[in-house]
Structures are given as structure tokens and as C-alpha cells.
């Protein structure tokens, strides 16, 4: 299996957009073959950090998804609209 652990700073302004964009992607996401797991989490302290949860069953999964129009056109935007974006990646 593969976590796949994504951070976000996002600015004030832009917080609604991006959590807007990153909730489509998690609802596409989930559909998909091989997602076990799309997790979104808001931080109650610091309003500007979010943090994606992903699982998927294997390394193909992952790759397929990656490829997908909805990966494609949301996490360009997302990139666009944060601060900053750290992905850890962890199999297991």
C-alpha cells in the first residue's frame, strides 16, 4: 500500500478555493479503483494548514490516478492557490 501525506499553506484569501478544489478531487478520488482511503483534515489552530490523507492499494493505483483528468486540472490549481505544498509518500 502506499499513504501519500500532503500538506498545504494556503493564504487566507484563497483558503476557500483551495479547500473547495480539494474536496472535489477527494470525492473524484475515492471513486477510483484502488483508493482505499482520501482523507481531508483542517487544522482547528492554525486555519491556513490543511492536510490530505490518501491511500492506495499499490504503486499502479497511484500511477493511474496521477493521470487522471480530475488530478490533472485540481492539483495544478491548488498548487497555484497555496503558499506552499509538502508530499511525503510512505509504503507499507
Known sequence: MIRINV????????RAKVLDNIL????????????IGYEIFEN???PQSLLILETWESPQALA???KTEHFTTLVP??????EKMEINKFSF
Open 24 to 35: 472535489h478531487l477527494a470525492e473524484k478520488s475515492r471513486q477510483e479503483a484502488g483508493c
Open 77 to 82: 490549481i491548488t498548487h497555484e492557490n497555496s
Open 64 to 66: 493511474a490516478h496521477e
Open 7 to 14: 500538506e498545504i499553506t494556503v493564504p487566507e484569501q484563497n
Open 44 to 46: 482547528s489552530i492554525r
